[in-house]
């Protein structure tokens, strides 16, 4: 055995590795997004109630979270497996490379779930524990086969998507009817930020995601005109929608003076991939887009 070969089995085994492994099958760092966007919503929601935090609640979100997400996640990579071993970016996955068997990972998937939609529901309120579940289906079932069959997936899944904040929102108390505009507000800026977000990634992957069949380009063509002008079309689109708490009054001037500015520099950079077409410029949309969205959600909850 070579010596790159020892350290890559070294790397894999013990208490370390394993704890390693259950990251990549959840998706440590995407969960952690995740559960982020949702706090926000739940501080947003106490904000627009005028309540203290109750840290229990805000606890239960953020482990629920985690797991609700952590298993969509796995429940992903248990039905694209096969898929996942002919893409460079997923081949190093524990399932297809048998760090870990199909038996294990049905049991993470399933207990993480479980457990995280049961701590919603439980702490939190009977709508969080539905909406958990909601996205946690809708990724699954529907999102994840769609992926192989229409770029429409992105629409689909943009609705799981976008389910965090509003979920954070409703946690906050189960005066639903006060916080519904403010949650709906948060869900529809996460739905159209989701476009040019998931677009960037599937431009900088196309020849990737192609080894696996995935449609995930607007365009039929791929890495054309076509998907870059869908992509500054939805970027021009979410300027508007994310200045909407500015109108029915959930944030003030400062805070829509830094979305705008946020917003301006997001089309830019649409706008360049729409020029250039080139992946250089895909990137550095993908990277824009991790930077808009927690910049704006933070300055809705401090505006």
């Keep these: 055995m070579i ?12 208490l370390m590795g394993k704890v390693t492994d259950y990251a990549k099958f959840i998706k440590l760092r995407l969960a952690s997004l995740v559960v982020f966007s949702a706090v926000i919503g739940y501080f947003i929601g106490i904000k627009s109630l005028g309540i203290d935090a109750n840290w229990l609640q805000l606890t239960a979100l953020i482990i629920g979270g985690f797991l609700v997400t952590g298993s969509s996640n796995g429940f992903n990579q248990i039905i694209e497996r096969d898929l996942d071993k002919l893409m460079t970016r997923t081949q190093d996955r524990p399932l297809p490379t048998g760090r870990m068997s199909l038996p294990e990972a049905w049991i993470v998937a399933s207990v993480t779930g479980v457990a995280g939609i049961a701590i919603l529901f439980i702490y939190t309120n009977l ?7 909601s996205a946690l289906l809708l990724y699954t079932l529907v999102y994840t086969p769609a ?29 639903y009817e006060v ?6 507000l948060l869900f529809a800026i996460q739905f ?19 080894k696996a069949g995935f449609h995930l380009l607007p365009s039929v063509g791929g890495r054309d005109r076509a998907s870059a002008f869908h992509v500054v079309m939805y970027t021009i689109v979410l300027i508007p929608v994310s200045l909407f708490p500015l109108i029915f009054k959930m944030s003030g001037t400062i805070s829509a003076v830094i979305i ?6 997001f089309l830019l950079q649409a706008l360049k991939l729409y020029r250039d077409c080139e992946v ?3 990137q550095k949309l993908m990277f824009g887009s991790f930077i808009y969205l927690p910049v704006v959600q933070l300055a809705l909850l401090f505006g």
């Design 280 to 282: 250089t410029a895909a």
């Design 3 to 14: 010596a790159s070969e020892v350290q890559t089995v070294q790397k894999h085994t013990g």
């Design 179 to 184: 916080l519904g505009l403010a949650a709906i």
């Design 260 to 265: 705008l500015v946020c917003g301006i520099g």
């Design 127 to 133: 709508l969080c524990g539905i909406l958990g579940a």
């Design 147 to 175: 992926k192989r069959v229409t770029p429409f997936a992105t629409f689909v899944g943009a609705f799981p998507g976008a389910i965090p904040p509003m979920l954070g929102c409703f946690a906050a108390s189960e005066h």
């Design 192 to 210: 159209m930020w989701q476009f040019p977000h998931f677009w960037a990634i599937a431009w900088v992957s196309h020849e990737d995601y192609k």
